[in-house]
């Protein structure tokens, strides 16, 4: 199981033991914890193209700290990711269809945040870039997925 914590400027986000549970599909979160001190009169959060997408997700780390509208669809809300995580397909710009989706991405929010979220919603959230994180999959092997920080989402539709 990996350990890995992530420091962002305006946050500090532990997530221990990222790992995919036996069933292939579902990304388990034995412990998360969330601190967050927003500062400030407004974040301002920027619209992307799916190339300043990519260019995110191919170096997230980089792009710590930073703020973005996204879009996406959830493949994972439920017990096994926790009240405070979802996992979603995210891409900077709004597709029709749920497939168009292209990126594995770990959300992080508060409680209040996902409350109404379920799988298969899609969705816009205004996100900070928490960098990367690394967790075992079902293989043995390790999957690094973009790791983003939730400030607000609106549900726009069930898939």
């Known amino acids: 199981m ?7 400027g305006i ?16 990304l388990a979160l034995p412990a998360a914890s969330i ?4 500062t400030g009169p407004s974040i301002t959060y920027d619209e992307l193209t799916a190339r300043e997408w990519a260019l995110i997700v ?3 780390d980089a792009h710590d700290g930073e703020h973005y509208v996204v879009y996406g669809v959830v493949t994972q809300s439920d017990s096994a990711t926790g009240a405070e995580t979802i996992r979603a397909n995210v891409d900077g710009i709004r597709h029709a269809e ?12 508060d409680a209040k945040t996902f409350a109404e979220v379920v799988v298969d ?10 960098g990367s ?3 075992e999959n079902q ?16 549900v726009l539709s069930p898939v």
Do not use: C, M, W
């Not at 946050?11 to 579902?26: D, E, F, P």
């Not at 749920?98 to 929010?109: F, I, R, S």
């Not at 293989?139 to 607000?152: I, K, N, Y």
């Open 133 to 135: 994180i690394s967790y």
């Open 139 to 154: 293989l043995g092997g390790e999957t690094t997925a973009p790791l983003l920080h939730v400030d607000s989402v609106d």
């Open 58 to 60: 191919k170096d997230p």
């Open 35 to 38: 601190q967050a001190s927003r």
């Open 11 to 26: 946050h500090i986000l532990a997530v221990l033991g990222l790992v995919l549970a036996a069933s292939g599909t579902a």
């Open 2 to 8: 990996k350990n890995r914590v992530i420091t962002a």
């Open 98 to 109: 749920a497939y168009e989706y292209p990126t594995n991405t770990v959300l992080t929010g």
């Open 121 to 130: 919603d899609k969705f816009a959230a205004k996100v900070e870039v928490s």
